[in-house]
C-alpha cells in the first residue's frame, strides 16, 4: 500500500539564517541548497527580500537566487513583506513569494512596518504584481499562537487575519508559531477554525519554533488536524531577529525521523538530511539544537 504524502519545506537557507550572529557567505548558502536538493527536498525557502539594514543576513537575496540550480521539480521560496521586496524577488527570478502578515499590532508594527491594517492595505497591489510577474503566492500568519509585544493571540484575530490573506489569490496560508508559545491543543484548535473559514483550495502550511520544546508535538497535532505541509529547519536554527528569545525551528531531520517511523512519505533521505544538518553545524561553527544529527545510527 502506498504510503501517504507529506510536504516538508526546509526554510534552512532563509529563515534558519536570517537569526544567526554571523552572516554566512553566498557560497555557503548555495552549497547547503545543493545539499538540501540531494536529501530529497523539493520546495525550499532560498532567501527574503527585506530591509538589509535591518536583516544583513539576508542581504544577498539576489546572488542566491542567481546561483540557483535550474531544476524544474524544486520550488524556490522568497519571502517579503512588502511591495518592494515583491518586486526585488520577482527581479532576482522568483516564481513563488510567501508574503507575510501578523495578527498583533505589536509585533508587526517591528516586523513589517506597520499596523496590521496598514499592512493589508497594499495587500491588492502585492497580488497583482506577484500575478504579472508569473509568480504563485502563498501567504503567512506570524504571531498566530501568541506575540512577543502584546501577549496571547485571540483566536478570531487569528481567522480575521487568515480570511483577509485570502481575499487575494494564494494557493497556500501558513500558521506560524512565531515565538514558540503553542500546545498541541492550540494547533488543533486554530487549524480547526481556520480550515472552516477558508476556501477548500487554499492548502494549509504549519510553522513551528520549538522555543518551548513544544515543537515535535505541535507537528503531529497539525497532521492529525489534515495538514500536510509543515516548515522545517535542517540543524533546528532560525528564529526572528524581531522576536526577543525566540530559539530555532523545529529540527527538520527531527521530522523526518518522526513522520517517516509515522508510515508517512516525506520523499526525504534521512542520512543525506543529517549530513546537511551537520554541515549547518560546521559553516556555524556551533553546536546545533536538532537531534537526530547527533543520535547514532541503529540497526533496523
Known sequence: MAREKLELVEVSPRDGLQNEPEIVSTGDKLALIEKVLAAGFRRLEAGSFVNPKKVPQMADGDA???GLPKRED?????????????????????????????????????NNGGTVDETFRVWPEVARTAQTGGARLSAT????????????????????????????NIFELALADTIGV???????????????????????????????N?????????????VRVLDGSLAGIGGCPFAPGAAGNVPTEDLVYMFERMGFDTGVD???????????????????????????????
Open 214 to 226: 513544544t515543537a515535535l508535538a505541535n507537528a503531529v497535532a497539525a497532521i492529525e488536524e489534515g
Open 64 to 66: 542566491v537566487f542567481a
Open 182 to 212: 503553542a500546545s498541541p491543543r492550540d494547533v488543533r484548535e486554530r487549524f480547526r477554525a481556520v480550515k472552516a473559514a477558508l476556501p477548500s483550495s487554499i492548502q494549509l502550511r504549519a510553522h513551528f519554533h520549538n522555543t518551548r
Open 141 to 168: 500568519v506570524s504571531t498566530a499562537f501568541g506575540c512577543p509585544f502584546d501577549g496571547e493571540t485571540p483566536l478570531a484575530d487569528v481567522v480575521r487575519v487568515a480570511e483577509r490573506c485570502a481575499e487575494q
Open 74 to 110: 524544486a520550488h524556490f521560496i522568497a519571502l517579503a513583506l512588502n511591495p518592494r521586496g515583491v518586486e526585488r524577488a520577482l527581479a532576482a527570478g522568483a516564481r513563488e513569494i510567501n508574503y507575510v502578515f501578523c495578527t498583533s499590532d505589536g509585533f508587526s508594527i517591528r
Open 270 to 300: 534521512l542520512d543525506l538530511a543529517v549530513e546537511a544538518a551537520r554541515f549547518v553545524g560546521r559553516v556555524l561553527g556551533k553546536s546545533t539544537p536538532g537531534m537526530v544529527s547527533r543520535a547514532p545510527k541503529w540497526p533496523k
